[in-house]
């Protein structure tokens, strides 16, 4: 018996907590397979705590202060909670495309050196041509399982995974040491990194898809990539040998090209002030130690 625990932190969900939860409950599972649902919600100020209360009364709810909140320590909360033998962690904006996410993804766990896996991420209706073109070029259409053998043909990208949406193996989780606590983000890279370096596979499932783009202005951009830049800063010793950068110059390439071909020159001036300003933050991010502290506030979205 499977038992998969999806896990979930909130915070003013109430735009997306009743489809996610609805579509959740009618994942089509093996026979072998029982679901639970647990939420960490950090002091929402909306309606929801009281829409699960009233439409999901079977959804396993706490609570914790807003100031509590960490990326890696209240995954690791939520897993303390868990009774399941696969750990799916989702964010309350990642929508399941269809009944068949949850399967997809545990499927893809069945080979034994297989610790992780996660899921193709569909930009919303509303995104922008430059936030298709990004989901794209993170999430492709084909599956790829990652082990230490992709490190010099993938760089960087042999580490990326995504708590959008991704299953771990619970005794592995726990093996490992869980997730990091009290970096900015990137919990799930910085683990999947370690199982990788442990000899372990990370699957990206493209067959398991949700909904999920954001359309960030130019001043959440800054804000986003100076975290990034934190983030990498607080783990190079994972990373020493790979470059984010390179990854990044190979987007841009594509990111024009994808723009010629679509014949949306105007929007090109635009990407590259935008790519600029990512590299700016992103390098200002990895430096972050000199600046003081409400300074930093300021420029992170994520510090409190």
């Not at 430059?130 to 760089?155: C, H, Q, T, W």
Request: net charge positive; hydrophobic share 40%.
């Amino acid at each position: 018996m499977n038992k998969i625990s999806v896990l979930i932190p909130t915070y003013n969900a109430e735009q997306y907590i009743y489809d996610l939860l609805t579509r959740l409950y009618n994942q089509d599972l093996r026979n072998n397979q029982e679901l639970e649902i647990i939420i960490v919600d950090s002091a929402s100020k909306d309606r929801t705590i009281s829409i699960i209360e009233e439409k999901f009364p079977e959804t396993i709810v706490k609570s914790i202060n807003n100031q509590d909140f960490d990326h890696g320590g209240t995954r690791n909360y939520l897993a303390s909670l868990a009774k399941g033998n696969i750990l799916l962690f989702m964010t309350q904006d990642a929508i399941p495309c269809d009944n068949q996410l949850i399967s997809k993804l545990v499927d893809s766990l069945g080979d034994e050196e297989v610790v992780v896996s996660y899921a193709r991420q569909i930009p919303r209706e509303d995104a922008n041509l430059l936030e298709k073109f990004a989901r794209s070029f993170n999430y492709p259409e084909v599956s790829i399982v990652k082990s230490k053998d992709s490190i010099e043909k993938m760089g960087v990208k042999a580490f990326f995974n995504s708590n959008v949406c991704s299953a771990y193996k619970r005794d592995w989780f726990l093996q490992l040491g869980k997730f990091p606590t009290k970096v900015i983000l990137n919990e799930d890279m910085i683990f999947a990194a370690k199982s990788i370096f442990s000899n372990k596979k990370v699957y990206y499932c493209a067959e398991a898809k949700v909904f999920h783009s954001h359309n960030y202005g130019l001043i959440q951009q800054f804000k986003r990539y100076f975290d990034i830049g934190m983030a990498f800063e607080e783990t190079k010793y994972l990373l020493e040998h790979v470059s984010n950068e390179k990854e990044g110059i190979k987007m841009i390439k594509k990111q024009m090209s994808y723009l010629i071909e679509n014949k949306k020159y105007h929007l090109i001036m635009y990407a590259l002030i935008e790519s600029g300003i990512k590299l700016i933050a992103y390098r200002l991010g990895k430096i972050h130690k000199i600046f003081p502290y409400k300074l930093k506030k300021k420029l992170s979205a994520y510090m409190k």
